[in-house]
């Protein structure tokens, strides 16, 4: 409870100084998702050639006990994690996200581009995997939406995040047999091996992603339904990852989206060369509309 306290009170200190500053919400217009005709899926690049796209700028979140780079004992971890602190760190570089989303009445796509000097696909002891995050508030309402901060009691938001580390282990391209000792159970992280292979309603063993809920700090929750799934490649120093789900769901953690409506989208990144891990990331720190075309949407 503490740590929640103390977290909330540095963002909500953090946000009043950065009102009225370059990072105010985008305009109106923010990310418009375009009605297309035809299938989607992960891997067609033609279905964003209609895209228009937005740029948000992220800024660099930190904490003041970073836990990385060595082993630490779990008793120095609890109270490094006890006693965590995070603040913006307006100096340190930040990704500009490059976003494109469409729909075509029945699914959604969404396509994050952003420039990345290394491709960081391991999650180990030293070593941190790049990845990327989209929050949507849970209900979609004109007006009224939770904090862009992991929500808040009574007000949830839907939290998709991809991994490079996933991404690589699906393609076939992790490189832990590069690393001594070569056993995953030192390397892998123990919490990727119970979303992978023990949890009930796991992830798939092919997973490259994984979606929450949450109301408010300290309660990121896996969703048993993991129906998002996402594709990411780097190439010339750039990821780009996509996001499909379909535009209908049952579920009610999930977002809700419909055509013709508006509802609203906040972005995290965190490259694993920088050290980002957990709450080491880079985030836009206010709500963007998402704004969706009309056009007819199927009723399952």
Aim: with cysteine; glycine share 8%.
């Amino acid at each position: 409870m503490k740590k929640v306290v103390i977290l909330g009170f540095t963002l909500t200190l953090m946000l009043i100084a950065l009102c009225g500053m370059s990072f105010a919400a985008m305009s109106e217009d923010g990310i418009r998702v375009s009605h297309i005709n035809g299938n989607i899926s992960l891997n067609d690049a033609g279905i964003w050639k209609s895209a228009k796209a937005a740029h948000i700028k992220l800024i660099a979140l930190e904490t003041t006990n970073a836990l990385r780079h060595g082993t630490v004992p779990a008793a120095d971890a609890k109270a490094l994690n006890s006693n965590a602190r995070y603040v913006f760190n307006l100096s340190k570089p930040a990704p500009v996200l490059t976003v494109k989303a469409v729909q075509n009445g029945k699914q959604i796509a969404f396509q994050l581009t952003w420039d990345d000097a290394t491709q960081d696909t391991e999650n180990a002891i030293d070593t941190f995997r790049d990845s990327v995050a989209m929050l949507f508030p849970v209900k979609q309402t004109a007006e009224l939406y939770p904090s862009p901060l992991m929500g808040a009691k009574g007000e949830p938001v839907n939290v998709w995040q991809w991994r490079a580390d996933w991404q690589a282990e699906k393609d076939g391209k992790r490189n832990l047999s590069a690393r001594q000792p070569q056993t995953d159970g030192i390397h892998v992280s123990y919490s990727d091996a119970i979303l992978k292979s023990e949890y009930p309603q796991r992830p798939s063993k092919d997973a490259t992603m994984i979606q929450y809920i949450a109301e408010g700090y300290g309660t990121l929750t896996k969703l048993h339904n993991q129906s998002p799934a996402a594709h990411g490649s780097y190439k010339n120093g750039k990821w780009t990852v996509v996001f499909v789900r379909n535009l209908k769901s049952d579920d009610g953690g999930d977002a809700e989206f419909t055509s013709g409506k508006k509802t609203y989208v906040n972005f995290a990144a965190w490259n694993g060369a920088a050290g980002d891990v957990n709450g080491m990331k880079s985030i836009s720190v206010v709500w963007t509309p998402l704004v969706f075309d009309g056009g007819s949407q199927a009723k399952n």
